[in-house]
């Protein structure tokens, strides 16, 4: 009997040790969830202190790149001076920042390049509050159009952005894409847009928004645009937008962003809740330069 009792005593004794133990060990994660979520935080906060500082740090561009954007960007005159002189620090910022990778025939990626692209990029932040393109990496830069990275897939392509982090150009269309500013065509503003879109992880024409009431007024805005548009390619009609925004919804607001910046009048005739709400979105109005 008294070793029956002492068997419960250390069994109980066990249960009770295995018990504690589980409590710290549960507790020593919640602690140790607790540090990363804090050093996540720091580290985010960390970063935008030091871009920040940079955005202040950085001076205008030389005349020697903004020589380029004369020769490459003819949007860039019709900016209002103002939004120039907050415009050329974040270029800088992007181009230091961002990485860039010469792929197929191209040999370099030179500052000319860099410039030009990322004065047309940062059009989509200098408006509003941003994160810089906080998943974007690096940006791929072929001479020409090129194929998919599957070797299964052969489609020829201008531009694409990767949720990975990725922004894949053709220089020639960048150069055609910004020396046009008229056509509403512009392959570094629609492949921008979809990083944008990317923040809040998928693409889907829906990019972070303050609140509620912000994503119920786009949603209502966009949803009806592009029913139109939609409804306007199958009966035939001509449209300011280009025809490839129909594709999807994410598309759409890629296509809709080159054309708020390039036919911002058109745009706001055509589609004037949709005009409304990119203006809100990012913070200009093209539509009065």
Known sequence: MAEVRKDRVLGLSLSLSTAYLLVVNGFLWILWI????AIAIWAFGFAKRRRMTALKEAGPLSDEDRGYLDDHFDLYEKIPAEVRTRLEPLVQVLMAEKNFE???????????????IMAQAALLLVGRDHRFFSKLRTV???PDAFSGGRMDDETVRLGESWESGSVILSWRSVQRGGEDERDGRNVVIHEFAHQLDQE???ADGLPELENRAAIGNWAHAFSA?????????????????????????????????????????????????????????????????
């Open 34 to 37: 607790v540090a990363l979520i």
């Open 102 to 116: 010469a792929c197929g025939d191209l040999e370099e990626v030179t500052r000319e390049m860099k410039v030009v």
């Open 140 to 142: 791929l830069l072929y």
């Open 200 to 202: 809040n992880r998928h």
């Open 225 to 289: 645009a592009y029913e139109d548009f939609c409804k306007d390619l199958d009966a035939g009609r001509k449209t300011v937008m280009d025809p490839y925004g129909a594709t999807n919804p994410a598309e759409f607001f890629a296509v809709a962003t080159e054309t708020f910046f390039e036919k911002a009048k058109q745009l706001n005739r055509d589609y004037p809740e949709l005009y409304e709400q990119l203006k809100r979105y990012y913070g200009l109005s093209p539509m009065d330069w």
